[in-house]
């Protein structure tokens, strides 16, 4: 089955929880894509733009509820939508096909502090929701 033959709808609209649809997330992606028509030529904008313009914070936990947020409206702390969400909802405001990926990765800048925090210098989403569900029950 090659990739021609893939469903991309899923992967363009908003849900509950990505709020792709949100007027800030349009006016944000738009603000960043400007006249550009070419989906590569926007993603790199919009992934340049969330890289540099949304501080990436480790003890900020990832919690679902949270992936509604808007991004870029926000300095600092308390951002509502995340560094590493905020490409899948300006991608999908954009009609770019986006999706969540989740991976093990290590952190090469952890400091001492955030080591301890976490426990080791390995991110790992499905770590993180696991400690969440124990945390409920």
Same mark, same amino acid.
């Given at each position: 089955? =090659?990739? &021609?033959? &893939?469903?991309? &709808? %899923?992967?363009?609209? %908003?849900? %509950?929880?990505?709020?792709?649809?949100?007027?800030?997330?349009?006016?944000?992606?738009? *603000? !960043?894509? =400007? &006249? *550009? +028509?070419d989906p590569i030529d926007q993603a790199v904008k919009l992934f340049l733009a969330v890289r540099d313009g949304i501080r990436y914070d480790p003890y900020s936990p990832f919690i679902f509820p949270s992936? /509604? @947020?808007? %991004? =870029? /409206?926000? !300095? @600092?702390p =308390?951002? +509502?939508c995340s560094q590493g969400l905020a490409p899948?909802? +300006?991608g999908r405001a954009c009609r770019i096909p986006s999706r969540l990926g989740?991976?093990?990765?290590?952190?090469?800048?952890? /400091?001492?502090? +955030?080591i301890e925090f976490i426990g080791s210098n390995l991110l790992s989403i499905t770590d993180s929701l696991n400690s969440i569900s124990k945390d409920d029950g």
């Open positions: 089955m =090659g990739r &021609e033959s &893939e469903d991309f &709808e %899923p992967y363009l609209n %908003p849900t %509950p929880i990505i709020d792709s649809d949100h007027e800030i997330i349009q006016d944000f992606a738009r *603000s !960043k894509v =400007g &006249e *550009s +028509l992936i /509604t @947020g808007q %991004p =870029g /409206t926000q !300095k @600092g =308390g951002l +509502l899948l909802c +300006l989740f991976a093990t990765v290590r952190n090469h800048l952890a /400091t001492r502090q +955030l």
